[in-house]
């Protein structure tokens, strides 16, 4: 179960993994399905997203402060909707990959009459200033992705509880090795990929601008995901490739020769498994529940970290360069998580 886009590809990753296995494995959005004003919350943060990005880092500061899972009344309407959710599926065990729905369900869970399936909570966020939501005693066994994340977990008196540093749950696409079958490098020569997320923020298109008058040797790509105003204006420039909401982003990823991207914990663990060099954009605002990933990447010496936009074009041409030499940590965790799962918790 997932609580947002976000941690959707985490879910259907791991989702696909239990599948090879041989598991009966089905990801459900459970904002969607039984909590419509969480899902309401959720896409505001969204719309915020595609705009100042200080106005969206306030929003997750007061849900850091006031997790929405905290709302008894509110987790009293979807309480419901979650038992029937689950009495359908009748599952042996709940995947529980988003902070938000750690309390509710396992809230709901209590009400269930009789033995309940067990509770796994896959965390999904790098490092420090992990949501408290997270951790919840109720659970049967969680997941980090990272020693920071572990360290985070043992700094706030949260540690006892049944964990492991497992890694991040990443596509098995990823994992495929050099020379497997797949579909064709979508770039030829040197490309600088500038990554707009789902939402398609606003400080893209200067980003690429910028890069247009450094006039670099290679060709420009940008995501634009759903921001169909970013695609129009950023296909409009000369020299620019510009792209949509992509069901996979693997392939543009692995074809890339340096990413510019915002510090979310998904794309960095992607893009440090396919051991591509990349850039986070971390101006003006770094999302709370991201900070711990500029941390990581700090940390691990696997990317540059850029606080502003003037910073990224030479940062990128340096890239091109050779002029760095990066690091990448283990954090494929695919196959660990799904082996603890299939194993009933037995690291």
């Known amino acids: 179960m997932n609580g947002g886009h976000g941690t959707v590809s985490a879910s259907e990753s791991l989702a ?31 719309h915020l997203l595609r705009r100042d990005l200080r106005w969206a880092s306030l929003y997750m500061e007061l849900a850091h402060r006031f997790p929405f899972d ?10 419901g909707a979650t038992l029937r959710l689950i009495g359908r599926q009748r599952p042996d065990a709940l995947v529980l990959v988003c902070p938000w ?19 796994y909570v896959v965390v999904v966020d790098l490092g420090a200033g992990l949501a408290p939501s997270w951790f919840d005693p109720g659970a049967d066994f969680t997941t980090l992705p990272t020693r920071q994340a572990r360290r985070w977990l043992q700094e706030h008196g949260l540690d006892g509880h049944p964990s492991e540093v497992t890694g991040m749950p990443l596509s098995p696409e990823i994992a495929k090795p050099p020379g497997a079958p ?7 020569g040197p490309a600088v990929t500038v990554l707009g997320g789902r939402e398609g923020g606003r400080n893209t298109l200067g980003i690429v601008d910028r890069l247009l008058e450094r006039r ?20 409009r420039r000369k020299g620019v490739r510009a792209v949509g909401f992509l069901d996979s982003i693997i392939p543009l990823l692995r074809a890339s020769s340096v990413v510019v991207t915002k510090p979310g914990a998904l794309t960095v663990s992607e893009l440090v498994a396919l ?44 890239v ?14 695919t196959d660990r998580i799904g082996d603890i799962i299939l194993k009933g918790g037995a690291p």
């Open 16 to 46: 696909a993994h239990l599948r090879a296995r041989g598991a009966r494995a089905t990801v459900t959005d459970l904002m969607a399905e039984a909590n419509p004003l969480g899902a309401m919350l959720a896409e505001l943060y969204n």
């Open 216 to 235: 670099l040797e290679a060709s420009i790509v940008v995501q634009c995901g759903r921001n169909r105003a970013l695609l129009k204006s950023a296909s």
């Open 275 to 318: 051991k591509r060099p990349f850039i986070l954009d971390t101006w003006p605002a770094v999302m709370p529940q991201e900070r711990g990933n500029v941390q990581f990447v700090r940390e691990e010496h696997c990317g540059l970290i850029a606080s502003r936009p003037e910073e990224i074009p030479p940062m990128v041409e340096s």
């Open 70 to 79: 905290g709302f008894g009344p509110a987790n009293a309407l979807s309480r």
């Open 182 to 188: 797949g579909p064709p490098n979508l770039l030829d």
């Open 101 to 119: 729905i750690v309390g509710p369900v396992l809230g709901a869970l209590r009400r269930l009459p009789g033995p309940r399936p067990k509770v």
């Open 320 to 333: 091109l360069d050779g002029r760095h030499s990066f690091t990448y940590p283990d954090i494929f965790g």
